[in-house]
T-cell receptor
Framework: QKEVEQDPGPLSVPEGAIVSLNCTYSNSAFQYFMWYRQYSRKGPELLMYTYSSGNKEDGRFTAQVDKSSKYISLFIRDSQPSDSATYLCAMSANSGGSNYKLTFGKGTLLTVNP | GAVVSQHPSRVICKSGTSVKIECRSLDFQATTMFWYRQFPKQSLMLMATSNEGSKATYEQGVEKDKFLINHASLTLSTLTVTSAHPEDSSFYIC?????????FGPGTRLTVT
C-alpha cells in the first residue's frame, strides 16, 4: 500500500460545478497537509495548507482534513476553466529540524469545460 | 511573496556533458531546499534534500556522484547533472522550504541528445 493514494482521474466538469478532490494516507505520522496546483510544464503552486483536522477556507477553495479517517479533500466552488490543471495532495511528518519532506499523491488531472 | 526561480527553464545538451541548474529563493531565506524529478504524467519524485552549508541527503536509488548538489547560501542551491545521458532527460523542479511550507520553482526541462 502506498503512503498516499490519489485518484489520477481524469476528472471533467462543466464550468460552475463544485469539484471534490481526495486523498487517503496510511502514515499516522503525517501532520501537515497541502494541496498544490500544477499547470502543464510548470512547477507546483501551493494552494492550501493545514495541520489540523477540520475545514479551512480560502476564497473558492476549501481544504478538509479528517485525521481519524486519514482522509483529506479539496473542494473548489464555482469552478472556472482556469482551474483546469493537475491537483497534487502532499503531506509531511515532522522529522525534526527544518526537513519537512513532502510525500505526494499522484495528482488528479482536472478539466473544467466552458 | 515566497517566490522561487530556476535557471535555465530549458536546456538541451549532448550526451556526456554536464549541466548545472540553479534554484533561488527570491524573497525569503531557505535553510532547506529540495530537488525533484518529474516524468510525464507522473508525480514528483524527491531526489535529495539540501541544507545550507552541509552535504545533501539523497533518496534511495539516486546517484550522488551523478547528481551533485550544492547549497552555498540561504537563497541558492544548484543541481549539476554530470555526464548526462538520454535517460536523464526529465523535468527537474526545486523547492525551498519556509517552515513546513514548500514553494516550488517553475522547473527545468532537460533534454539530453
Amino acid at each position: 500500500q502506498k503512503e498516499v493514494e490519489q485518484d489520477p482521474g481524469p476528472l471533467s466538469v462543466p464550468e460552475g460545478a463544485i469539484v471534490s478532490l481526495n486523498c487517503t494516507y496510511s502514515n499516522s505520522a503525517f501532520q501537515y497537509f497541502m494541496w498544490y496546483r500544477q499547470y502543464s510544464r510548470k512547477g507546483p503552486e501551493l494552494l492550501m495548507y493545514t495541520y489540523s483536522s477540520g475545514n479551512k477556507e480560502d476564497g473558492r477553495f476549501t481544504a478538509q482534513v479528517d485525521k481519524s479517517s486519514k482522509y483529506i479533500s479539496l473542494f473548489i466552488r464555482d469552478s472556472q476553466p482556469s482551474d483546469s490543471a493537475t491537483y497534487l495532495c502532499a503531506m509531511s511528518a515532522n522529522s525534526g529540524g527544518s526537513n519537512y519532506k513532502l510525500t505526494f499523491g499522484k495528482g488528479t488531472l482536472l478539466t473544467v469545460n466552458p | 511573496g515566497a517566490v522561487v526561480s530556476q535557471h535555465p527553464s530549458r536546456v538541451i545538451c549532448k550526451s556526456g556533458t554536464s549541466v548545472k541548474i540553479e534554484c533561488r529563493s527570491l524573497d525569503f531565506q531557505a535553510t532547506t531546499m529540495f530537488w525533484y524529478r518529474q516524468f510525464p504524467k507522473q508525480s514528483l519524485m524527491l531526489m535529495a534534500t539540501s541544507n545550507e552549508g552541509s552535504k545533501a541527503t539523497y533518496e534511495q536509488g539516486v546517484e550522488k556522484d551523478k547528481f551533485l548538489i550544492n547549497h552555498a547560501s540561504l537563497t541558492l542551491s544548484t543541481l549539476t547533472v554530470t555526464s548526462a545521458h538520454p535517460e536523464d532527460s526529465s523535468f527537474y523542479i526545486c523547492s525551498a522550504a519556509q517552515g513546513y511550507e514548500q514553494y516550488f520553482g517553475p522547473g527545468t526541462r532537460l533534454t539530453v541528445t
